[in-house]
């Protein structure tokens, strides 16, 4: 498991973003995002704060717990949090093949989608998972779920090389569309 940065740093950069450490100044930024009706469409029913509170530090806790996380997003030199991408640990009560395992999840606010931001995001914490984790003899499965009706994400699922899996429910109901991807170091 690699040491985390120190959190006055981005921890990853792309082009055009930096993917930073979640802090606790973070939190107020992405009840904000995920709470706005249409970022929030496809994340399951609307819970209000409390709800967008645990999600948070469920990604946060992922770090401390497991090495890896959600990264908070932000336009590269710019302070505002975007968005929420990365790969944490999380266990959603839907069978010993998606439980327990390494899930990847993007939330891009609603006034920066369409530019291509989840996917440079994602692939950028792919590439580093798969680096730190993507070991020999170590599992680096990672799965996600989908909304069956969120044809973007879906889209964007597949190409960073998720392969849909099962269609499943979730405890309360939702309908869930679950896929998978094995790391790239195991694929060469």
Known sequence: MSALLPRDKPFLQTERLELWLPTRADIAAMIEIVSDPHTGKYL???GGAADH??????NAGSWFLHGYGG???????????IGNCGVFHSWRGLGDDFDDMPEAGWIISAG????GYANEAMAA???WFDGEHGRPNHSSRVVC???PDNAGSIKLAEKLGFAEMRRAALPDGSKVVLFERGSRREAS
Do not use: S, T, Y
């Open 44 to 46: 399951g029913p609307a």
């Open 53 to 58: 509170f645990m999600r948070f530090q469920r």
């Open 71 to 81: 990264f908070i997003v932000r336009e590269r030199g710019k302070p505002d949090a």
């Open 112 to 115: 920066h989608e369409g530019q």
């Open 125 to 127: 914490a792919l590439d």
């Open 145 to 147: 779920m989908i909304d």
